[in-house]
């Protein structure tokens, strides 16, 4: 009836659509209202109305398409983020996915809503058509009683919303449907990928082998980098001893701390390791001539690694940590991006761990 109504008022006002995109454009609804209650206060809020129903609508987009992507994910077809909810109980990453998309949408088309008609008439037509289509391989599979006349309905369904799929397709190729027509073959490979993803991760990851209790004596070997004398170091070398026996401190030269750490080596590390009956930490100096970092240390850890192919490393990164969010602009993280660069070129003998030293919590 409101459809009826509003033909019928469009007609009687000689109401024509205006070019989207263009100076001066005004919706149906907008010229309407106007030509029959003016622009005064019932105008806009009319107009408010519209936008609030039409927000309502967009909403059931952000309600169902972070479940459906549950649901995908859930069989491995997408990231398993997707099953997640976040702390408002809702399904956060495909709110936020769906939100880019739409964004990504509307710049691509100039925020023109018009312009969208052809990608929402593909989607709706073929959503229509693989349905029908699935309804008639059920009844085809299942044979039940009257299963015959529900395939033909089914089919008959299939069959004229896959000629309008086609129509609308060809008609508005140039006009934004070839999007459509290069995202779901796009999509169902990714799809693929991320299938095929998940299975490799699951067939190498599944063993069922006991534990070997027996390596298990084996201590492993401790690796920590350090720059100069500080607490953040004294706390990471104490925790290294803890872990292990033979620790290994490497310094990366020439910097301005080089000669001082040499001179606190002996006195802060060594005698009280002494004093305890312990052996105390290895140092070793890499040089960097081009005053690179990171690069000396891992290739060293992985040259250890080689050497010894029996034993575990682990690697204790000390890091200091900032008592306000913005304090961790500045300073350097060296830190992390040395475990970085060990999980991406390490194996499963080399393990990074942690000794945080936090700047608000001195004891």
Not at 39 to 55: A, D, M, N, P, R
Not at 297 to 317: A, E, T
Request: net charge positive; glycine share 8%; aromatic share 12%.
């Amino acid at each position: 009836m409101l459809l009826a109504g509003i033909s019928y008022l469009v007609k009687t006002y000689g109401i024509a659509a205006t070019d989207p995109g263009q100076p001066g454009y005004q919706s149906v609804l907008s010229m309407l209202t106007a030509a029959v209650f003016g622009k005064g206060l019932f105008y806009y809020l009319t107009i408010g109305s519209i936008l609030v129903v039409l927000s309502l609508s967009a909403n059931t987009a952000f309600a169902d398409f972070p479940r459906l992507c549950r649901a995908i994910a859930q069989n491995n077809y997408l990231p398993h983020v997707f099953g997640y909810r976040g702390r408002r109980l809702v399904y956060t990453y495909g709110i936020v996915v769906l939100a880019l998309l739409c964004g990504g949408v509307l710049v691509l088309f100039g925020g023109i809503t018009d312009r969208l008609i052809p990608l929402y008439a593909v989607g709706a037509f073929l959503a229509f058509t693989l349905s029908q289509a699935g309804m008639v391989m059920h009844w085809w599979k299942n044979r039940g009683p009257n299963w015959l006349k529900s395939a033909f309905v089914n089919g008959l369904g299939a069959l004229v919303t896959g000629v309008t799929t086609g129509v609308v397709l060809v008609a508005k190729f140039a006009q934004g449907a070839w999007i459509t027509l290069l995202f779901i073959p796009l999509t169902i490979v990714f799809f693929a990928i991320v299938r095929r993803h998940y299975h490799s991760v699951k067939v190498l990851t599944t063993f069922k082998v006991p534990v070997d209790a027996a390596g298990l004596s084996q201590h492993p070997i401790a690796v920590i980098a350090i720059d100069r004398w500080s607490n953040i170091t004294r706390q990471g070398i104490e925790f290294a001893a803890r872990l292990s026996p033979e620790v290994i401190a490497l310094h990366v030269e020439p910097t301005e701390h080089s000669e001082l750490l040499q001179d606190d080596w002996e006195q802060y590390v060594e005698q009280p390791f002494r004093a305890e009956g312990k052996a105390p930490p290895q140092p070793h100096v890499l040089p960097s001539p081009y005053r690179f970092v990171i690069i000396p240390i891992v290739q060293f850890i992985l040259d250890l690694s080689k050497k010894h192919p029996s034993r575990n490393i682990v690697v204790v990164i000390p890091e200091l940590v900032e008592d306000k969010w913005y304090e961790y602009f500045l300073h350097n993280q060296r830190g992390r991006l040395l475990e970085w660069v060990l999980l991406a070129r390490g194996n499963e003998r080399i393990f990074t761990v942690s000794a945080p030293w936090y700047v608000g919590k001195r004891t």
